[in-house]
T-cell receptor
Framework: DAKTTQPNSMESNEEEPVHLPCNHS???????IHWYRQLPSQGPEYVIH???SNVNNRMASLAIAEDRKSSTLILHRATLRDAAVYYC????????????FGTGTRLTVIP | DSGVTQTPKHLITATGQRVTLRCSPR?????VYWYQQSLDQGLQFLIQ???????AKGNILERFSAQQFPDLHSELNLSSLELGDSALYFC?????????????FGQGTRLTVV
């Protein structure tokens, strides 16, 4: 599985937008970009995923670079409930399709 | 609620014992994944099943084994338990094989080995 690189931690003020970056320079053409988050003492939670085009859902937006070597998860208005570890993961459309989690980005939301 | 059910929520057992963790995937999901998360550690992939067949293995110890049954629920068996096996164990499920399918996680089983 191709690897991803994320900052260890980020801070955001409450009610402001948050842009969480992820680099995946070795991404293959069949890799989907997935984002999950893990709140304290809970199981990981699916956030969003995409292949080539930008994606929006009720939780967030995913902006994918034209060359697909990086992506950004956008939380439009951070709330205290968004404080979590965010994981950017590549999932191959072919092959074993494991979900390998890296260290993720710990997001702190400041009231 | 993700729709993935894990039982039990908490388990306390002694070293050397054997335990079984159970996972019921979301209705219709064919793929099940198991993960281990030790205190302040990342999520370590253990094993994946798809429609009853083992598809991939991660860092799963030989003392651990798993299976997926015809009704698609899965069990993770941990034997000869050691103190270091104390961790949160998560199960996830997804609808299909490809990367276009998102995965949904249960709330985990907290295992404490004393």
């Amino acid at each position: 599985d191709a690897k991803t690189t994320q900052p260890n931690s980020m801070e955001s003020n409450e009610e402001e937008p948050v842009h969480l970056p992820c680099n995946h320079s070795t991404i293959s053409g069949t890799d989907y970009i997935h984002w999950y988050r893990q709140l304290p003492s809970q199981g990981p939670e699916y956030v969003i995923h995409g292949l080539t085009s930008n994606v929006n859902n009720r939780m967030a937006s995913l902006a994918i670079a034209e060359d697909r070597k990086s992506s950004t998860l956008i939380l439009h208005r951070a709330t205290l409930r968004d404080a979590a570890v965010y994981y950017c993961i590549l999932r191959d459309q072919t092959g074993a399709n494991n979900l390998f989690f890296g260290t993720g980005t710990r997001l702190t939301v400041i009231p | 609620d993700s729709g993935v059910t894990q039982t039990p929520k908490h388990l306390i057992t002694a070293t050397g014992q054997r335990v079984t963790l159970r996972c019921s995937p979301r209705s219709g999901d064919l793929s099940v994944y198991w993960y281990q998360q030790s205190l302040d550690q990342g999520l370590q992939f253990l094993i994946q099943y798809y429609n009853g067949e083992e598809r991939a293995k991660g860092n799963i110890l030989e003392r651990f084994s798993a299976q997926q049954f015809p009704d698609l629920h899965s069990e993770l068996n941990l034997s000869s338990l050691e103190l270091g096996d104390s961790a949160l164990y998560f199960c996830a499920s997804s609808g299909g094989w490809g990367g276009s399918f998102e995965a949904f996680f249960g709330q985990g089983t907290r295992l404490t080995v004393v």
